[in-house]
């Protein structure tokens, strides 16, 4: 393995500049004073963070914004926050500079306020005398009890013992020593480092000697967090734990409290709908079809601690290790976070290069991340689809790319050749997505007008053929070729398009969104007691079905159906309970497992006997006898009555 480049810190220099200002009437110049990491030497190219504070203390009502800028003109925005500006990240994933010149610039100043003045420096050297090179994983991982710290050692020369040593990352503090295996002479060692410390921020550095206490330490210094692995509903009463669905767990990275992360969250998932801005309607992946339908396919989750780089799990889905540590299946990590203007974008799946997704217990997902404006979260709703079309479904970039990446073509969205692209998505051809046709009526009836973008047609955007470019190619290229000009992998509209969609369907008809129940608390059940006996009928919540265990009320088994038409969304989807039990005093108990629920019974009447009409006689046989004569007589005058008058009629005709 190539050492690389590894930095050692020299010096951290805070200056205090600029006194009272000589204007007549001026405010009283403030003099910056920065506190930044302690401890060292830091490795190369690790994120610093610094305090910048001010004597007399900043006025909020008078500096709105600041940031740090080094000689090469990068910058970095700083947070306001009580009265100082908060810096974080400062040369993170930046090795381009041996030395680091921070000034500081404070934007919307009035007069007297400095407007330019130097702060700190970080002044880096090349150290060829390290005995001990130390790599790990990202720029502040994240730690936890089942998640410790991989970390990898590389050698020069013989090594006397050799720890690792956990300091507080602002204090200095030392937490802990933890001995690990020495690598031999230019030789690699790999270990996982348990952190035993409470939530918060550190850094770690190697140390080679005798004893932790008499070590000499190498260049590292790098950030770790510890956190706290607290997973929450997002969603109260959307999710369904046992059943088999992707559990997206959303996590924060600089948006301020849980509750900030969970209203953020909430609204760009748009899971009622498109939401109607002041310029333009927002659609987030929940209001795109086909993940508006199958909401029941997803659990929302939140991380409750917030993560100090939002890089930290943006993670690969190629990994099957990539999150270890955490207790949910299908698990997919989307951050988000502020200021607003940072990178969006996601990691590859365990679908890479693969025509057909495969079962729901072999489908790994990627990371995601998402720069987010708190001022106006739905303005990156789409932006969040778009990133989970690469972090869930495996769907490339149709855009023309505006960095110095290469082409990418992969399978079903970007084909190398025009051949390819009719062999994958050939059958599709002239297909328009349907979502189209909600797009526009959403459109229209919050008062926009019905196309996104005036003098384009939706429909004839999205509409499959063979179209060159994108895919991060020039759009005259011919060595990418994509669907259709315009979908939500291109330019963000609403709309996946037919080919993208296909394979978005494929993907979640993986998950049945279904689960067994666990809890009796999911089970809706009525009791009533009549006659000696308990009889209860009621049905399970959406989306669950009959759990392997018994289900009993009072020590008898009740019985349980599953839906005879299972619907995604419908009543009828529900599965069906029915209990007996013998009668008791009191509300029954219904078991499952170790669980137990008390039922309340609604007592009715006991039904009064039915009792047989009184029957006042019998008719005697004398009268029965007389009844029949009576009635002979008057059938025989009924007959001698018709005989005379036929008799009297045909009299009648012959004398006519």
């Given at each position: ?189 790999s270990t996982r480092l348990a952190i035993d410390a409470p939530p918060g921020r550190y850094r770690i550095w190697p140390c080679v000697g005798a004893d932790a206490d008499a070590c000499e330490p190498q260049p590292a210094g790098f950030a770790v967090q510890v956190i706290d692995p607290e997973i929450a509903e997002l969603i109260p009463g959307h999710n369904r734990p046992s059943a088999e669905r992707i559990n997206m767990v959303f996590a924060g990275s600089n948006l301020g409290s849980a509750d900030d992360l969970v209203d953020v969250a909430t609204a760009m998932l748009t899971l009622g709908g498109p939401a109607a801005g002041p ?378």
């Amino acid at each position: 393995m190539p050492l690389g480049r590894h930095l050692v810190a020299v010096a951290i220099l805070l200056t205090a500049i600029l006194g009272l200002a000589t204007t007549a009437g001026a405010a009283q110049v403030p003099t910056p004073v920065a506190t930044c990491d302690t401890g060292g030497p830091f490795a190369f190219g690790v994120g610093i963070d610094c305090t910048i504070a001010f004597d007399p203390p900043l006025d909020p009502d008078q500096v709105y914004s600041g940031g740090l800028v080094d000689q090469n003109g990068e910058y970095w925005p700083c947070d306001l926050e009580a009265e100082r500006l908060e810096c974080r990240g400062i040369g993170k994933e930046r090795y381009d500079l041996a030395s680091r010149r921070l000034d500081l610039e404070l934007d919307h100043q009035v007069e007297g306020f400095l407007t330019f003045a130097d702060v700190a420096e970080i002044e880096t050297t090349l150290d060829q005398q390290s005995t001990l090179y130390t790599f790990i994983d990202g720029n502040e991982p994240v730690v936890f009890d089942g998640r410790p710290l991989p970390i990898e050692l590389f050698a020069i020369g013989e090594l006397d013992r050799t720890f690792i040593v956990v300091r507080d990352r602002r204090t200095g503090d030392l937490i802990e020593s933890i001995e690990v295996s020495a690598p031999g002479r230019d030789r690699s060692v790999s270990t996982r480092l348990a952190i035993d410390a409470p939530p918060g921020r550190y850094r770690i550095w190697p140390c080679v000697g005798a004893d932790a206490d008499a070590c000499e330490p190498q260049p590292a210094g790098f950030a770790v967090q510890v956190i706290d692995p607290e997973i929450a509903e997002l969603i109260p009463g959307h999710n369904r734990p046992s059943a088999e669905r992707i559990n997206m767990v959303f996590a924060g990275s600089n948006l301020g409290s849980a509750d900030d992360l969970v209203d953020v969250a909430t609204a760009m998932l748009t899971l009622g709908g498109p939401a109607a801005g002041p310029y333009d309607m927002n659609f987030g992946p929940m209001a795109i079809e086909p993940l508006a339908s199958n909401a029941h396919k997803f659990n929302f989750w939140y991380l409750v601690d917030p993560l100090a780089d939002e890089r930290s799990l943006l993670v690969d889905g190629t990994d099957p290790t990539a999150l270890a540590g955490f207790d949910l299946d299908n698990m997919a990590v989307t951050v988000l976070y502020g200021p607003g203007y940072g990178a969006s974008d996601a990691r590859l799946t365990s679908m890479w290069n693969l025509i057909n997704a495969p079962a729901a217990d072999q489908l790994r997902f990627g990371g995601a991340r998402v720069s987010v404006d708190l001022d106006d979260p739905l303005a990156r709703a789409a932006t969040l689809a778009h990133e989970w079309g690469h972090s869930l479904f495996e769907l490339r970039d149709e855009y023309v790319g505006f960095d110095d990446r290469a082409v990418l073509t992969q399978y079903p969205n970007c084909a190398p050749t025009a051949e390819l692209a009719d062999d994958w998505w050939g059958s599709l051809d002239g297909t328009i997505d349907p979502f189209v046709y909600e797009v526009l009526r959403a459109r229209r009836a919050a008062g926009f007008p019905g196309e996104p973008r005036e003098g384009s047609n939706l429909a004839t955007s999205v509409r499959i053929g063979v179209h060159p470019g994108g895919c991060y190619d020039t759009a005259d290229a011919n060595t990418a070729f994509r669907p259709s000009s315009d979908s939500l992998m291109n330019s963000e509209i609403p709309v996946w398009g037919a080919v993208n969609r296909r394979r978005v369907e494929q993907v979640l008809a993986r998950f049945s969104g279904r689960g067994p129940l666990d809890d009796l608390d999911a089970i809706e059940l009525a009791c009533e007691r009549q006659s000696g006996t308990v009889d209860c009928a009621g049905t399970l919540d959406r989306y669950l079905d009959p759990p392997d265990r018994r289900v009993a009320l009072d020590g008898r088994s009740c019985t349980l159906a599953p839906p005879v038409e299972a619907s995604s969304t419908g009543e009828e989807g529900r599965a069906t309970i029915q209990c007996s039990a013998p009668s008791t005093a009191g509300p029954v108990t219904l078991v499952l497992g170790d669980q137990e629920r008390s039922i309340t019974v609604v007592d009715l009447p006991d039904p009064e006997p039915v009792t047989p009409p009184e029957i006042v006689g019998e008719p005697s046989t004398e009268s029965s006898s007389n009844g029949s004569r009576t009635t002979l007589v008057v059938w025989s005058g009924v007959m001698m009555l018709f005989l005379l008058v036929s008799t009297s009629v045909r009299v009648w005709r012959r004398q006519k």
